[in-house]
């Protein structure tokens, strides 16, 4: 079938009406302002068989308008668990409480009507795995159009148009926007969806693990767009990542996940540098960084152990089983939730977080302690 | 495109050729004489070997496979042997009597359960409508589809009086192509339509359920749904992509259908071409039977082919080579 009907090679030329319609379109898009997204004790359960799966538990962010947060933490921990709330496409059986205020509206318990209306025009998302997220019987352009027709009423001329704008501010060439998913390779259907959360300049922007699937040149690629976007566009955005190198150049805060609670957040450059608690030491570790030269080469160390069974989540800190600084006191009780400055660490043992850092730099400290568990 | 189609046509004459040549023999191994029926009735000798002659059933198998296939090729099936009449003279009017439940048959049941399906599918899992539908799906395609015709006879024909039970026109009735258009034919072809919906339906509708189960929780479909397109819009993305598996199903199905038909047109006494195959076959009347076969023969063969073209127009990452 491809053979007798090749894809268009150019752009279908515009009439003067749709330009206009265009430019009016344009203009109402580019007027939104940036969202602010304030998170404030969002807990997420799943009843299965064996009893409620605690998924995440008692989460508080904020992200200012214009700004953009890493959530980070290993894969299992909740991350997308949050984002699938945020965007109301949690699975059915799903309990979420808390608030999530997007310029002062809750958008949790908002119905289907609700959810409609604020999907793509003030919230909208770049998904994890592109590589199934497009249907694959349609056009891109035809899924970029549909979007931008659920929520503006224009014509499908003018939707295609706004949709050969976006192309180009990811660096595709309209005339593949005729161009069926399986006919891009990887990088491009990333970029493709991209252009897709771009549509309708939606104030907050959720991006869930969007390099994971590409291989590390492609990914520099990727994340290298969506700054130069976020710079010239203005958007708030959340961007969810095991990645912290990516994190630390593109998010002002941050927030870290372990187990389904937060275990630290705060400014990036805070909580990079002087992490208080120590699965965000431990994570700093995992990461391979640059030698310095002269310096002595960082080796890698990796986190013993695995993350704990939510269903039965351990009495303490949730951490505790990995942790090589754990006390009888993290081992029985919850942490409370310490504030040092801009940054927050739930974690019995802030106090000590100096002493900690010294100890997790060297690789003996994690080693013993898979000994020692 | 044009090359992949006349492959696939000429791979399809050399099936329906050897669909042809199985019949023919297999025809010649019965043991009956097709002249007994008349032989009865005090047929001499010469006679018999005059109406032999006259069939073409004189000479060797061999000689009479030969011309049977060169008449074949001329579009010449013969003399029906108890009609005393062109084979497609028989059979053309009778043609248009089964087209008339299979077609609307057919299109309906496909489209009915290919809608309902996708309901079933999308709605809650385990809830009501998904449960009644699976069960009542399943227990009418467990039914046989005479028992259906007995059961759609006994309540609305027999009981009910609402519609006739037999053939397709009052006596009396107008004839020709005008009989197509009283509403005393379509009177009597409610039933059996009914029948033939009934009994298509539901492999269409659970085939389709599945497919949009399937789709309902593809990472696609969330996007879809994070667009905020409404609920309807996003069921419609699901039931695309389930259209494609169904398809490839369908019109081999549609073929083994029609034959299926043939028990629906016996039960409501349906003057088809399905009921005159089983008939001709009994009576021995070869050229009859010989052409309802090679009819549905041709039928499957083409279904084959339109399935794999549509295919094609349906699903954009089909390459024709």
Known sequence: MAASTPPRAGTRPASAATLAQLAELNQRLAWKPAARLQVE???????????????????????????????????GCGKSTVIKALMGLQPANTSVSGRALLDGQDILGLDDRGLRDIRWNSISLITQSAMNSLDPVYTIGDQIAEAIRAHERVSRATAWARAEEMFALVGLPAGRLYEFPHMFSGG????????????????????????TALDPIMQSQIMTRIRGIHAHMRRSMILVTHDIAVVA????????????????????????????????????????????????????????????NLLLPPPGCR??????????????????????????ATCHHTDRSEEFRAAAARPETWRNMRGAA | ??????????????????????????????????????????????????????????????????????????????SSFLYRKPVWEVLTPLIINTLWIAVPGLLLGAALGAVIGTAVGWAERGGKLERSGIFL???????????????????????????????????????????????DFLHHLALPLIAVIIYFMPENLLLMRSGVVE????????????????????????????????????????????????????????????????????????????AAFFLLAVMIVLANLAADLVYGKLDPRVVYK
């Open chain 1, 319 to 344: 951490f505790a089983s990995r942790c090589p600084f754990a006390t009888d006191l993290c081992r029985t009780t919850a942490p409370p939730v310490v504030r040092h400055g801009a940054q927050v």
């Open chain 2, 137 to 183: 799906a399943t227990v009418i395609r467990g039914v046989p589809n005479f028992v259906i015709g007995i059961a759609l006879l006994t309540i609305f024909s027999s009981t009910l009086s609402w519609f006739p039970g037999f053939g397709m026109g009052d006596p009396g009735a107008t004839t020709g192509f005008a009989r197509y258009m009283t509403l």
């Open chain 1, 41 to 75: 004790g969002l807990s997420i359960g799943y009843s299965t068989l064996r009893g409620r799966f605690h998924a995440v538990e008692d989460i508080s962010f904020e992200v200012p308008a214009g700004t953009n947060l890493g959530l980070v933490g290993e894969s």
């Open chain 2, 1 to 78: 495109m044009r090359a992949y189609i006349l492959r696939r046509l000429a791979q399809s004459v050399l099936v329906v050729w050897a669909v042809t040549s199985i019949m023919f023999f297999m025809f010649r191994v019965m043991p009956a004489d097709p002249t007994a029926m008349l032989l009865e009735r005090g047929l001499t000798e010469e006679a018999r070997q005059a109406l032999l002659q006259e069939w073409g059933l004189t000479g060797t198998l061999w000689d009479q496979y030969v011309a049977y296939l060169g008449n074949i090729l001329t579009g010449d099936f013969g």
């Open chain 1, 249 to 308: 150049e593109t998010c002002e805060n941050t927030v870290v996940m372990y187990a389904g609670k937060m275990a630290e957040s705060g400014p990036t450059a805070d909580v990079l540098e002087r992490p208080l608690h120590p699965y965000t030491m431990g994570l700093q570790n995992a990461f391979p960084r640059l030698p310095v030269p002269g310096a002595p080469r960082q080796p890698l160390i990796s986190i013993p152990g695995v993350v704990p």
């Open chain 1, 188 to 211: 491009m259907r990333q970029r493709a969806v991209i252009a897709m959360a771009l549509a309708l300049n939606a104030g907050m922007l959720l991006a869930d693990e969007p390099t």
């Open chain 2, 215 to 290: 789709n309902r929780t593809e990472d696609y479909i969330e996007l879809i749904r994070a667009k905020g397109v409404p609920q309807r819009r996003v069921a419609w993305h699901a039931a695309r992509n389930s259209m494609l598996p169904l398809i490839t199903w369908l019109f081999p199905a549609l073929a083994e259908t029609i034959a299926g038909i043939v028990v629906i047109e016996i039960v409501f006494s349906w003057p088809g071409v399905g009921r005159e195959l089983v008939l001709a076959v009994t009576r021995q009347d070869y050229p009859v039977a010989q």
